[in-house]
Structure formats: structure tokens, C-alpha cells
């Protein structure tokens, strides 16, 4: 089974800081230094919360701010073990990595890219001395690998925070090399670098895919243990991916790739024309229609979308040649996937569509082809299951799950996977009285890892 990559959790808590001062790093990045009591351990309402703790480079806090201004409204509730998103119709969120932490002065160092769109950045821009700012978070820190001989620390103008914290604080002594699209020389920072360390600024406009992975590919890769770090605009980041995965074969605890923005793609007004029809030929109830996703489905598990990505400009004949489908069946599924965007294209050859695009990412991918999808398949069998007392999945695949991660370690492997997401209830599940007169417990199944691991 792969390595998993390692994160280590924090409660989540809601914070209360003002600003100290607006520092301006250069003339396209704005630095908001903030400071309050709510960075240290306090009490509110009864319930005590720790100190903040943001120890990975790249972490995350998520501002809350009120497109109305009011921003009490806006703000979530605060529980003994999380936080509730109450239903709030103006609050607007958005994360941001702490460009510094500084717990002795109790201060927390925020950059904004100046020039960037949104309401976060809007705030940044008439931030003053004084005014307040509330923030959840951070929900999880990543842990590095121990031993690394090398790191690429990779991104657009979103991802110096995260870039320079790494090189400020150094959490591994491994060599950096650094790569940073910028749409302005301006954009470019005096990093703390090393002997041996290197940085490449290229010169691109934001979401520039082709020029991105152009950069990376000329990236030499070094000898030894090595680690890819990569934020950037979401698209922007799949061909580097593919590349990063496919070709270099890192394995998976050696990649962390985080889309940081997405750039708002205009739909013609025909598109939208067309797809509102579909939807209401197809879902006169306004119940969705399944077959999008079995589309979908049927596009990875035949490797349509690989194939694509790897060859942009196939033509339908040589693709059904490259998979072992038969002519008349691509024929059938090319059109459908053209309606559903998975993959666009005629006599020029086929390329990735939007949709298609998305289904390179490994966390969309698995909701049409991983084991949520067997799941979501085995509810076709919902109505006999009902009636005669099993379960659906025994039905649809004539064993129990319990049965068939026991002959699939690959399958056994999803399943640890996603118990990954356990370690975030625990805080309040080990703080319940059931707990009191406990001394040993004995635990199994996929997710037994992840909650020691979180125990520990």
C-alpha cells in the first residue's frame, strides 16, 4: 500500500485579532500584521480554548469577513470541540497561509497580493491600525518526510508566503529550489536562501498553465530523496501534476499540490442555452440525472481521459485503437463526453474539456471511479436490498465489504485513506464520559491507523 502523507490536526477555534500595522513587502504584496489576546490560550463563553499553533509552512487560516458588513452575523459558533457554519447569507471566507508566527510578540504575519480580486484583498488594501479581523483555524498542519536530500517549492504570486516561510524557518535541512511565476518583476521578494539553494522567476500571467509547466519541466531534478511543493491557480497546477506523478514518479508522500485560487471561466451564452435544456429534458422533476456521472465513469475507467491528457490531439480512431474499444462504441461515448465537457474537440484532435480537466485531480476522480462510487452503484440495488433484508452492496457484488477488502488490499487501501478524516472528531469524541473509566481499548478496521496515529 503507498504512503500516505501525514498531517498533525488542531482544534478548531474561532479567533479575534486587530491589526498592529500594514507593512508594504513590494508593490504588488501588502503585509497586515495582526496581534490580540485570542492568540494565546483564553476563555469565551465558558469554553477554554489553547493557544494558536500553526507550525507547517504552508498552513491555513480561513478569514471571515460580511459582504454587508456585519460581521457578527457572519460569524460561525463556536462549540466545545469545533466549530458550527451556521447558515450566515452574507459571509464570505477565504484562506490564507500565515506568512509568519511570532507567539513571543503574540503577533501573525498575513500577506495580500495587491493587485488580486476579492474581498479579502479589498480589506487588506483599507486595513488600519486597530480595525479587527476574525479567523478559524488552522485545521491541520502537513508533515514533511524526515530525511530529503531536496525540495521544489513551486507557485504563482499567491504562493511567496508559503515559499518564504519555508526558507525563513527551514523545518528540514534539505536543498530548496524555488520556482515563481510572476505577472510583474515587481512581485519578486528577497528570499532567505542557502548555499546550494536556487530560484528561477518567470515571467507569466496568472493561470498561465502552458508557461507554468514549461518551468517545471525545466526544473533539473536532483539526486537523492526529494520533496514537490506546488500552490498556484487550480488548472494551472494539473499539467504539473501529471508531469510531477507520471513522469518523474514521485510517489505520493512526496507531492502536495494545492490549487491556492480559481480562475472564474465565462460560459457563452449558448453553452448555458444548451445546458439548461438538457437539464430540463432530462430532469423534468428537477431530480439530476445520473448520466453525467456515468459518463464521467465510464470515461476513466476505460482511460479516455488519460489517453487525452497524455496525447492532446487524438483522433477518435486512434484513440479506440490505444484503449481496445471498438469504433462504433467511441463513437457512441465521444459525443455524450463532448456534451458533459469531459473531452472537446472534432477533426482537430481531441484535447481536455473543463470537466475532463477536473477529473485529473485525484480527489474529483475518486468520486466516479473510487470506492464512494461502488458505494453510490451499489444503491441501484437499494429497492430488493429493502425487501429482503441485506445490504446492497452484498447484492450488487455477492460478498460483504468486509469480504472484499480482505481479497483487495488496493480497495483496503481506499478505505485507510479515507479514514483519514476520523482524526478531526476525535478531540470531542475522546472528551466524551464514556471515556472516564477506559484504560485500554482495543481497535481495528481501516481506520485504527489514523486514530492512533492522532492518539499519539
Request: with cysteine.
Amino acid at each position: 500500500m503507498a504512503a500516505q502523507r501525514a498531517y498533525t490536526t488542531h482544534p478548531l477555534v474561532l479567533r479575534r485579532v486587530t491589526v498592529r500595522r500594514v507593512e508594504e513587502v513590494t508593490p504588488r504584496m501588502r503585509r497586515v500584521v495582526l496581534g490580540g489576546e485570542d492568540l494565546a490560550a483564553f476563555t469565551r463563553d465558558g469554553i477554554d480554548h489553547p493557544g494558536f499553533a500553526a507550525p507547517g509552512f504552508d498552513d491555513h487560516v480561513k478569514l471571515i469577513l460580511a459582504a454587508d458588513g456585519n460581521i457578527r452575523a457572519a460569524l460561525p459558533a463556536q462549540l466545545p470541540h469545533g466549530i458550527e457554519w451556521t447558515p450566515a447569507e452574507h459571509r464570505v471566507t477565504r484562506d490564507y497561509t500565515p506568512r509568519r508566527v511570532d507567539l513571543r510578540t503574540g503577533e501573525l504575519h498575513l500577506d495580500f497580493v495587491v493587485h488580486g480580486e476579492g474581498p479579502a484583498e479589498a480589506w487588506s488594501a483599507s486595513a488600519r491600525e486597530g480595525d479587527e479581523l476574525w479567523f478559524v483555524g488552522p485545521k491541520s498542519s502537513l508533515r514533511l518526510p524526515e530525511r530529503l536530500d531536496w525540495i521544489f517549492l513551486i507557485g504563482d504570486e499567491t504562493a511567496l508566503p508559503a515559499i518564504g516561510r519555508f526558507l525563513d524557518e527551514r523545518p528540514l535541512d534539505a536543498t530548496a529550489h524555488v520556482l515563481v511565476t510572476v505577472s510583474d518583476d515587481a512581485a519578486r521578494q528577497e528570499l532567505a536562501l542557502r548555499d546550494g539553494d536556487t530560484v528561477t522567476w518567470v515571467h507569466a500571467e496568472p493561470g498561465d498553465a502552458a508557461a507554468l509547466e514549461a518551468a517545471v519541466r525545466a526544473l533539473p531534478v536532483p539526486a537523492g530523496e526529494g520533496y514537490a511543493w506546488a500552490a498556484a491557480e487550480s488548472r494551472a497546477l494539473l499539467p504539473v501534476r501529471r508531469y510531477l506523478q507520471r513522469e518523474r514518479k514521485l510517489a505520493k508522500d512526496r507531492v502536495n499540490i494545492t490549487g491556492y485560487w480559481h480562475r472564474e471561466e465565462a460560459t457563452a451564452p449558448e453553452a448555458e442555452g444548451a445546458a439548461e435544456t438538457g437539464a430540463a429534458a432530462q430532469s423534468p422533476a428537477g431530480i439530476p440525472s445520473p448520466l453525467p456521472w456515468l459518463v464521467a465513469r465510464a470515461a476513466l475507467q476505460l482511460g479516455v481521459v488519460d489517453a487525452v491528457a497524455d496525447t492532446p490531439g487524438l483522433s477518435a480512431g486512434t484513440l479506440a485503437a490505444r484503449l481496445g474499444v471498438p469504433g462504433p462504441g467511441i463513437d457512441v461515448l465521444l459525443p455524450l463526453l463532448a456534451t458533459y465537457g469531459v473531452v472537446t474537440g472534432g477533426d482537430e484532435g481531441l484535447r481536455l474539456g473543463p470537466a475532463g480537466e477536473e477529473l485529473l485531480e485525484d480527489h474529483e476522480r475518486k468520486e466516479y471511479a473510487g470506492h464512494e462510487a461502488e458505494l453510490l452503484l451499489a444503491l441501484a440495488r437499494f429497492a430488493p436490498a429493502l425487501r429482503s433484508g441485506t445490504s446492497p452492496w452484498r447484492l450488487a457484488s455477492g460478498a460483504t465489504l468486509h469480504e472484499t477488502v480482505t481479497r483487495d488490499a488496493e480497495r483496503y487501501g481506499e478505505l485507510v485513506e479515507e479514514s483519514e478524516q476520523l482524526v478531526f472528531l476525535l478531540n470531542g469524541l475522546t472528551a466524551d464520559s464514556l471515556w472516564a473509566d477506559v484504560e485500554s481499548c482495543l481497535l481495528t478496521g481501516p481506520g485504527s491507523a489514523s486514530v492512533v496515529a492522532a492518539l499519539d
